[in-house]
């Protein structure tokens, strides 16, 4: 089969299409949750099978809204990003 314009436009298409994922997954993470007492309850929590939606309602009792960085991603699931430290 012989590649025809089409075909490459395909190609460019879905490795620029992939870039963009792996490049916005690698950007999105924030930093590690300190490893202490506080955060580790939480992460155990969602080890043993607790929803993590239901644990995610405990950190803005600490961590308000309005006192992260003015460039935090507005989205409320902490625990998507925020991984525990070294899982
Ligand atoms: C009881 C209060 C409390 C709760 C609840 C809490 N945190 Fe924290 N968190 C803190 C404090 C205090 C610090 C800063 C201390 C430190 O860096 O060790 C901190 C630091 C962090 C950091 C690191 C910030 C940085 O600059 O590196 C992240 C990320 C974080 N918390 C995420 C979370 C997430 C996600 C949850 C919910 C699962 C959560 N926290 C629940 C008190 C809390
Ligand atoms: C879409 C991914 C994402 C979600 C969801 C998310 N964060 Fe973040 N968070 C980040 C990134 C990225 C940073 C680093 C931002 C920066 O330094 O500019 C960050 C930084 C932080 C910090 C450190 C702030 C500082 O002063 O350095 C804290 C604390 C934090 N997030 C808490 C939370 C809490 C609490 C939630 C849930 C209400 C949450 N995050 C949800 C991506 C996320």
Redesign the pocket.
């Known amino acids: 089969m012989k590649l025809g314009r089409k075909d490459l436009i395909f190609i460019a298409i879905v490795v620029a299409f992939f870039t963009f994922l792996f490049w916005g997954t690698g950007k999105e993470l924030?930093?590690f949750?300190?490893e202490?007492a506080?955060?580790r309850e939480?992460y155990q929590a969602l080890a043993q099978k607790e929803k993590r939606k239901d644990?995610?309602k405990?950190?803005p009792?600490?961590?308000q809204w309005e006192f992260l960085p003015k460039n935090h991603p507005p989205k409320e699931q902490?625990?998507f990003c925020?991984l525990p430290p070294e899982s």
């Open positions: 924030g930093p949750v300190p202490d506080t955060h939480f644990l995610e405990g950190c009792e600490c961590h902490c625990m925020h």
